[in-house]
């Protein structure tokens, strides 16, 4: 059986439901207020890779990919943030799009 097919039959679901599956330790970077900081996305992207990999901190042979994998998610989360829209906002921007226009 696939991992989350197993965590869904221990929580006895049939479909995941986002908010049981999110670490709650990362923020939410998506804000009316203000968009989000490139430190934010990379320590959002840290905190993934570290629950993901279960390792707090890499050991030196995994160093490389650890900090591949944290600028590859961080990447990720930018394009995402500077693609959403918001109802009524217009699209949502991480810092660094913000500061292009």
């Known amino acids: 059986m696939q991992p989350l097919q197993d965590l869904l039959k221990l929580w006895g679901r049939q479909r995941p439901r986002y908010a ?5 330790s990362i923020k939410t970077l ?3 207020e203000e968009p989000a900081s490139p ?3 990379e320590a959002a992207a840290r905190q993934f890779v570290r629950k993901v990999s279960g390792f707090q901190r890499p050991s030196r042979a995994n160093e490389d990919v650890f900090e591949e994998a944290i600028e590859e998610i ?3 989360s930018r394009r995402l943030l ?4 918001v109802p009524g906002g217009g ?11």
Do not use: N, P, W
């Open 39 to 41: 430190e934010e996305i």
């Open 74 to 76: 961080a990447a990720s």
């Open 20 to 24: 049981a599956l999110m670490c709650r």
């Open 91 to 101: 699209a949502r921007l991480s810092a660094e799009a913000a500061g292009r226009e």
């Open 30 to 32: 998506r804000r009316r």
């Open 82 to 85: 500077d693609s959403l829209v």
